[in-house]
């Protein structure tokens, strides 16, 4: 990803100098800063003030165009945090696809599972009957005692549960092996997947408390990302385990 947003860039400036090498910009300039005198009787001058207002255009369009490109490759790279590359659910598929063949375990936990459509659309197109996925949620009655939200409480704890019905018709198609729901009462901080006790994507929640209550604080897209930890990093990847087994101790209702 980073070689990717290196080569854009590098890009941008080379058409960027091409582009005032060709537009010949310092004419330009000076026919704008002289428009006002020009005489659109005269053939000669008008043919100037029309090639210096193409060039202009010219220069302009492409810059449009650079920038445009620049922001969308911007935009879909994941953002760099605490020195660790940003992987979007969508990079988590990627990842997922390309092993599919020896991956056999999924936990996915979170406080909502929007986050993870990506993920469930992908497996309920493709075909893995080994797959076991794990999915643990914090329990409704928890959430509505302790968590505030713009929109009814009530809400989110029906989103949350239409989310895992979705999750659960995955496996009744056949489309992966089954599909374990454990509901936990405790705040989820984190958000993220485990691939196969192997490695974990995990994200952080940014959680306020106002008059007691827990309340999420919404993030741009663009923030929402996880880090990636391996079990080559012994010492956090086991941390890490430890805090989705912990949940899983912790539930209060299994499905």
Known sequence: MKRLELVVTLVSVAVGVITLAVADLWPVIRSLATISGTNLNDAGQLGAWVDSLFRTSLLLAIATIVLVIRLYVGKRLPRQRDGNAGYTCDDVVEYIGKRASRITRLTIFGYSLSWAEPLRIHLQTA????????????????VCNNCREEKDIKFRVSQLEGRVEEWRRVAAIGRIGAVSVYHFAALPLEWGVVVNNETVFIGRYPWNLEEGAAVLRKNPARERVMIKIEASAPVIFNYLLSVVQMKRRRRVGDA
């Open 127 to 142: 075909h893995s009957p080994s797959l076991t996925v794990e999915i643990l949620v914090p329990d409704a009655s928890y």
